[in-house]
Nanobody
Framework: QVQLVESGGGLVQAGDSLRLACAAS????????AGWFRQAPGKEREFVAA???????YYGGPVKGRFRISRDNAENMMYLQLNSLKPEDTAVYYC????????????????WGQGTQVTVSS
């Protein structure tokens, strides 16, 4: 069993940065496929980034080059650095664990956090 808790969201201006954190308990993230998704009101859940198998990292097209996923294995934490934020990045951001291929599909993950709100004003 894995419990995930996201934090770090907030209200920022366009161009600002945020660092989201996902704290995991019950199972380490080190050996798991894990990642981040986001969901805006009225939209489907969208893939953001993930640690895949064999150490590979994947990013969704809309965020590639602006966001960076990382993890601290000693603390069982996963992070998402959001840079150059745009209003269209506004969404609830979720971390997910125990994933498998295809890593960009929400249906590929077994565990989810409650999400943290990111709001970017223009």
């Amino acid at each position: 069993q894995v419990q995930l808790v996201e934090s770090g969201g907030g209200l920022v201006q366009a161009g600002d940065s945020l660092r989201l954190a996902c704290a995991a308990s019950g199972r380490t993230l080190r050996n798991d496929v894990a990642g981040w998704f986001r969901q805006a009101p009225g939209k489907e859940r969208e893939f953001v980034a993930a640690f895949g198998s064999s150490g590979h990292i994947y990013y969704g097209g809309p965020v590639k080059g602006r966001f960076r996923i990382s993890r601290d294995n000693a603390e069982n934490m996963m992070y998402l650095q959001l840079n150059s934020l745009k209003p269209e990045d506004t969404a609830v951001y979720y971390c997910a664990a125990r994933g498998r291929s295809p890593f960009s599909s929400p249906e590929s993950y077994d565990y989810w956090g409650q999400g943290t709100q990111v709001t970017v004003s223009s």
